[in-house]
């Protein structure tokens, strides 16, 4: 007979291919082997830090949104994530149920029960659940409008933003901490947005999301930005800490405008589009304008009007392929202007747009 054969704790004879998480265990005889043994290991409380405003836990250093409907959720769950139900436990079931004591304290009893070395067992056992409410980094952040960066929407020249510019900006904005915030990025969220006389302002409480906005706005609407840090503080470590200041410069002209550019005699152009160099159409000849590289979307020009500015007014005659005779919208006379390739000439009116350049044909 091996020495297997024999419980090295009493000598009793030990059963054949027992159960256990060592070799020693496995030798035990029944007797000794549940002398000891606890079905579930359990914590005698749980202490769960929660904060009071969102509801995210605390685990370590690190805050984390669970989303629990309530604190009996939340001990629910950190009870069960501290309980350890023994390797050698089989056909194991097992129940929660949690008695709301105060607002801050829950007694979970627990009901455990399963197989060991043939023995049905059943365990019961209570934790108390301890709740600290606590304010997580976040929403201190938020209370202290804490930010980052300074998006400073802006345009060019006499300009400022359009509604349509300032808009959009705050909806990137919202977005892109929505998307950070999905991917388990506590810290970002929009500080305050300010409507200023010379465009937007957006406090940010990260500077990737300045950056980004900042990006983005210029990739839809042209301009461009730079940035610049200012250093605020240092943080608790000693570590400086810097604000960064996104200053996006919008173009000058803006889709709609029709403008007369400097050192150029073929012509007021139509802007179509300013997203890295201004597009558009000439409206004495409805010849299509490109700027150079060099120029990009900010050509040498004055602006003239607007197509919300044109007047409709009737087409009188065409003389020949290049002028057309229509009614000045002013004076009512007649006058001979230039006949741009977009004109319709079946049309008996047509919108015009009388500038200090004089009276142009725009596309209907
Ligand atoms: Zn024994
Ligand atoms: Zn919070």
Redesign the pocket.
Known sequence: MSEAAFCPRCGDPAPEGATGHTRRERALCNDCYFEDFELVDHPDRVEVTV?A??G?IQRDDRWEDVGARDYTDIAVESVSEALGVHVDAEDVSWGVDPEQVDPTTIRMHCQFSGVVRGEPLVEEFTVPVKIGKQ??Q??GRIAGDYYASVVQVRAVGDRTPTSEETERAREIAEVITEEMEATGDRNAFVTDVSEKPEGLDLKLSDTKIGKNVSRKLTEEFGGAYDSSETLVTEDEDGNEVYRVTFAIRLPEFVPGDVIDLEDDDAGPVLVRSVQGNLKGVRVTTGEPYEAGYEVGDAPDARKLGRVEDAAETTLVAVEDENAVQVLDPETYESVTVARPSYLDTERETVPVLKSRAGLHVLPS
Do not use: L
Request: charged share 10%; proline share 0%.
């Open positions: 904060c405003h969102c995210a304010t997580c976040r929403c």
